[in-house]
């Protein structure tokens, strides 16, 4: 019997006529494979590297930057010196070769409370010897009274004269020298840059590069500024540690808490800090 004929033969005797379902197909979905899995994770992985080693570079140009700045300014403070006799800001008779500027009263030293630290850098820049036009009064602003640095405009350079200040207990430097600081921002209290600069880790690369990477010795020295100024910031002991005192890095500080002080072998006799962000209305030091 035909298929036709018993489907008819069904629905004579009211039988329910049996309709072929039909079958669907279902259409496969492709997944990555493991093979295909892995290359994007090594492209994921290089791309992360690449990013990281880039970052690195960047900050590795930066700390070379604050210390070509260092070593720059040192030499402008010296060959002025050399040139005319006296301190940039300190020189009794500035007016007479520029008469934009005012002079100072020679005692040595560029004095923030005699108002020598900005007439300092118009005069080197007077005398050509640093780029740049500084007014030589108002406040310390970055690029208007004092140098920026280079990687970061809102920090900027400035000098100034310590009284009976002892550094981790060394005396050498007498009860009075010269400062040259680098920060952000000026102390209300007392015309001083009292903030730190610097990560611990940087203070740290700075100084094994020039010197020999222990913050109370040679030639590059560092604690941490206000208002952090305790042991666990920047370094284990603070400038007010004894001599011979063992002090060091605390690596782990990823704060800009550390300020360098960068001692000048030259006559000039400059301690350079180097410091960044500070807080009004902060006590002297």
């Given at each position: 019997m035909e298929l036709t004929e018993i489907?008819?033969?069904?629905?004579?005797?009211?039988?329910t006529p049996i309709?072929?379902?039909?079958?669907?197909?279902?259409?496969?979905?492709?997944?990555?494979?493991?093979?295909?899995?892995?290359?994007?994770?090594?492209?994921?992985?290089?791309?992360?590297?690449?990013?990281?080693?880039a970052q690195g570079m960047v900050k590795q140009n930066q700390l070379r930057t604050v210390m070509s700045d260092l070593a720059f300014y040192q030499s402008a403070l010296n060959t002025f010196k050399s040139t005319f006799g006296a301190l940039p800001g300190d020189m009794r008779n500035a007016t007479t070769i520029w008469p934009t500027t005012t002079n100072g009263n020679g005692n040595g030293y560029i004095e923030t409370s005699a108002g020598e630290d900005l007439p300092s850098w118009q005069q080197l820049a007077l005398a050509g010897i640093i780029p740049g036009n500084y007014k030589g009064t108002g406040g310390q602003i970055p690029g208007v009274t004092v140098p920026a640095l280079?990687?970061?405009?809102?920090?900027?350079?400035?000098?100034?004269?310590?009284?009976?200040?002892?550094?981790?207990?060394?005396?050498?430097?007498?009860?009075?020298?010269?400062?040259?600081?680098?920060?952000?921002?000026?102390?209300?209290c007392c015309g001083q840059l009292n903030g730190g600069a610097f990560k611990a880790i940087d203070t740290y690369n700075i100084d094994s590069k020039i010197d020999d990477g222990i913050p109370n010795t040679g030639n590059i020295m560092a604690s941490a500024g206000f208002p952090n100024i305790s042991a666990g910031f920047c370094t284990t002991q603070q400038y007010t540690a004894p001599l011979g005192a063992i002090v060091n890095y605390v690596l782990t500080d990823n704060g800009p808490n550390c300020r360098i002080y960068y001692p000048n072998s030259s006559t000039v006799g400059i301690i350079v800090r180097i410091r960044r962000i500070t807080m009004p209305q902060l006590p002297c030091w």
């Open positions: 489907l008819t033969h069904a629905h004579n005797n009211e039988l309709v072929p379902t039909p079958i669907l197909k279902i259409k496969r979905q492709n997944a990555f494979t493991l093979i295909e899995m892995s290359i994007v994770m090594v492209i994921i992985g290089l791309i992360v590297a690449a990013i990281s080693a280079k990687y970061d405009t809102s920090v900027g350079f400035d000098y100034d004269q310590a009284n009976g200040v002892t550094f981790f207990g060394l005396l050498n430097f007498g009860n009075n020298f010269n400062m040259m600081t680098i920060s952000g921002s000026l102390n209300a």
